[in-house]
């Protein structure tokens, strides 16, 4: 499984950005992303950090706390794409904004089996 994020940019203190995942391939299993997907960030100097996720046969959503009620994550009926609108940005929510996807609900790092390769996003003050 392949993922590619877009969308990730520089914006000011309180707007939006939208990211997007696209998933190519299928898993070892015939899945074509697993049993969910997901979004992961990376600040400088930091540990991967959980952001959201959905997963496929129930339409459950995660979030981290910080970011509930001002991000929103939502995927397709082919589980092939995945979406995280970001809106009332912070400064503090700058940095590599991952794609994952896997058979896991979990919100560790290294329960997921597929990582995209990174998408910056930087909010100034």
């Known amino acids: 499984v392949q993922l590619v994020e877009s969308g990730g940019g520089w914006v000011q203190t309180g707007g939006s950005l939208r990211l997007s995942c696209l998933a190519s391939?299928?898993?070892?299993?015939?899945?074509?992303?697993?049993?969910?997907m997901g979004w992961f960030r990376q600040a400088p100097g930091q540990d991967r950090e959980f952001v959201a996720l959905?997963?496929?046969?129930?339409?459950?959503?995660a979030y981290l706390d910080d970011v509930k009620g001002r991000f929103t994550i939502s995927g397709n009926n082919a589980e092939t794409t995945v979406h995280l609108q970001m809106n009332s940005l912070k400064p503090e929510d700058t940095a590599v904004y991952y794609c994952?996807?896997?058979?896991?609900?979990?919100?560790?790092?290294?329960?997921?089996?597929?990582w995209g390769p990174g998408t910056q996003v930087t909010v100034s003050s």
């Open positions: 391939g299928r898993t070892s299993d015939g899945y074509s992303t697993g049993y969910s």
């Open positions: 994952v996807a896997g058979f896991t609900t979990q919100a560790t790092a290294r329960y997921w089996d597929y």
């Open positions: 959905i997963t496929w046969r129930t339409g459950t959503v």
